[in-house]
């Protein structure tokens, strides 16, 4: 059996905050291993940081995160916001302050990738780490891999999005 939980979060600086505190908390409960847990507030705090800095959307909207715990212990991670301006990976240099974000999403997840949302406005980034999503049907084999970063789709079989973005950095992870 599936457990999730959700947050909506303003775009706010404090939010990245919030939602590492509200994850850490979770995943105590959800007595996850240290190292997941560990890692998957490292990438919440990124994408919520990506959503609060970079999605250019009307004053008002929210950042929505939630997290699903698969009955396999992979756990699913994703940040919506209304933008629908996909995350484009780039490489930062080494003097830049900023830009190493999906790169270490790419770097640390299992797999993870970003599509245009359901309802049509906006998008949702993800991630998924857990010693389930290697074996799982439809997701890449990641060991060695450079770009293998595969994006089922929504979780539990719904409808796929027309479109995703590649999960890939420059020069690999």
Do not use: Y
């Not at 404090?14 to 979770?26: I, V, W």
């Not at 190292?35 to 008002?60: F, K, M, Y």
Request: net charge negative; hydrophobic share 35%.
């Amino acid at each position: 059996m599936n457990q999730h939980i959700e947050w909506r979060l303003p775009r706010s600086p404090r939010s990245a905050g919030r939602a590492r505190a509200f994850l850490a908390e979770q995943s105590r409960e959800w007595k996850l291993p240290d190292e997941v847990a560990e890692t998957a507030v490292l990438l919440l705090s990124e994408l919520v940081t990506n959503a609060c800095r970079h999605a250019r959307v009307p004053p008002g909207r929210q950042v929505r995160a939630r997290c699903v715990l698969g009955s396999d212990g992979v756990l699913r991670v994703e940040v919506s916001d209304a933008s629908e301006v996909l995350p484009c990976p780039r490489t930062a240099g080494p003097g830049d302050e900023a830009g190493r974000g999906l790169a270490l999403v790419a770097a640390l997840a299992d797999a993870w990738g970003a599509h245009p949302r359901e309802c049509g406005v906006g998008k949702t980034v993800w991630f998924e780490i857990g010693d389930g999503v290697r074996g799982r049907p439809g997701c890449a084999d990641l060991e060695g891999a450079d770009d293998a970063r595969h994006d089922p789709g929504p979780p539990e079989g719904g409808p796929r999005p027309a479109a995703t973005v590649p999960a890939t950095v420059e020069g690999g992870p």
